[in-house]
C-alpha cells in the first residue's frame, strides 16, 4: 500500500470508508488486532464500519483520531507483514461525557446492528463504567424501538455472553453472543512505532503487533446482520463451551502459570519462560491434566502443540509481568476447573496444584504485578500461614481437601 504523504489519514490512501454498523468498547491493542482484522478480511467487510471507544482514558483515541482511525498491524512470525487497517472509521474516548454521550447515541441508532468489547476481565461487574454505558444505549435503543441488536463480549471469561447479559439486564430484542477469542497481541512498544515508520515510510502513533495466528469462535444469534467473518476463518458453534475450555485452560492457563513461575526464575517474556525444561514440563503435564476433560473433538493435542509455537515466537517481546496481572482471578478460572475436574474423576491434579503453588510462591516472595484484589493478598500474607490464606482466598474449599 503507498501513502502520498508520510501521515496517516484517509485523504491520502484509497481505502473503504464504510458506515458506522459496529460500536466497540474498548480500544486497545486486542480489539485492533483482532475484531478490526476480521471485519477488514471478511467478503463484505467494507460495508461494515467500526465506531471504537476508548473507555478509561483518552490516550488510544487521541493517537487514532488524527489518523482518521487508520493504523498498521504488524503480523510477526518469522518474518513481518505489514498491513493498514481501515475498518474503524470513528473514534471517540467514553472517559469523557461528550465520548459517552456519541457512544449511547449509536449503541441506540438503528443502523447499529453489532455492538463489541475488549474491555478487560476486570470490566464486567455490574457496576462498572462500560456495562452502565452499554445498558444506557441498549435502554435507550429499546425504548426508542431502534430494532434488534447484537452484543459480543471478546474478553477471556467464561460464558462472556451469558455473564455480559446478567450484568446488563435488557429485556427485549437484544441477542448475547458467547465467543472464545484467540491472538497473542502484547502492548506496542515505541521500537514497534519506530520499525513500522522504517519499513512503511509512515509515521503511526497506534500501530499494533500481532502473531501470525488468529481464531474467533461464536456462538448465538445475530437478528440484524453481521459481517461474513467466516470468509475470514471465524467459526460459528452450537455449544461453546468445549472450544472455550480449550482456549482459556490450554493457553490462558499455561500462561499465567508461566508468568508467576517464570517471573520466579528471572525470565521476562513467554518465549524465555516456554523455552525453561522445568517449566516447559509444568506446562506439559497440566495440559495432559486439563485434555482429559475436554471432548476429542475440539483436538486439544494439535491444539497444545500448535501453542508450544506460538510460545517460543521469540520475535513476539508478551512480558510476563503484563501476563501475570489478575492471576487470582484468572486461575479461579483457567486451573481450579481442571483441579476440580481431576478431584471428581479420582486424581489428584498435581500438575494444577503445582500452577496454584507457583503463584503462592510468587506473592510470598514478593513477586508482584497489579491484582484487583491486592488487599486480600496482603491481608492473606500478614496472616501466620500465608499459604493457607493464600488458598482460601482463591476457593475455600481447596483447604479442606488433601492436598
Ligand atoms: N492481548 C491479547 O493477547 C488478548 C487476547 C485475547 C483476548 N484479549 C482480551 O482483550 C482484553 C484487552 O486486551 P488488550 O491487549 O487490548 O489490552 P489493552 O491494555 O491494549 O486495552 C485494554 C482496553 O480495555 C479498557 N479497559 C481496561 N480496564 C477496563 C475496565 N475496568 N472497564 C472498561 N474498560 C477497561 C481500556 O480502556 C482499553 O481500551 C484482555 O483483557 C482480554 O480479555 C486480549
Ligand atoms: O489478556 P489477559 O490478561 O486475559 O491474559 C493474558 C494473556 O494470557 C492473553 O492476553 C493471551 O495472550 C490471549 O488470550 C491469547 O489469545
Redesign the pocket.
Known sequence: MKLNRSELARSAVAVPKPPVRIVH???????R??QVWFTQHAADGSEWGIAAF????AT?ADALAPQDGLFTLVQRGARDSVELLWPIVEVGDASAESGAVRMVELIAAPSTAVVTL??????YAAD???IRLLRAGLVARVAAGGGPITVVP????SGNGEVLAALVGVEGEVSFVSTS???????TTPADQESVRRTTGWTDMAPVVTEPFASWILQGDFPAGRPRWESAGAVFVQDITPWEQRKLWLLNGAHTYLANAGLARGHVTVAEAIADAELRAGVDAFWAEAAAHLPVEVGAAAYAEQLIERFANARIEHRLSQIAADSTAKLRVRVLPVLRAERVAGRSGAASMAFIDAWIQAMQAGIRSADAEDDQIDAALMSGESGTALLTLLDPKLVEEPR
Do not use: Y
Request: aromatic fraction near 2%; hydrophobic fraction near 40%; charge should be neutral.
Open positions: 468498547l474498548g480500544l486497545g491493542a486486542f480489539h488486532a483482532h476508548s473507555m478509561r482514558s488510544a475488549t474491555i478487560t476481565e476486570a470490566g462498572s463504567a462500560a471478546c474478553d477471556n471469561l477469542v484467540d491472538r497473542i497481541t502484547p502492548r
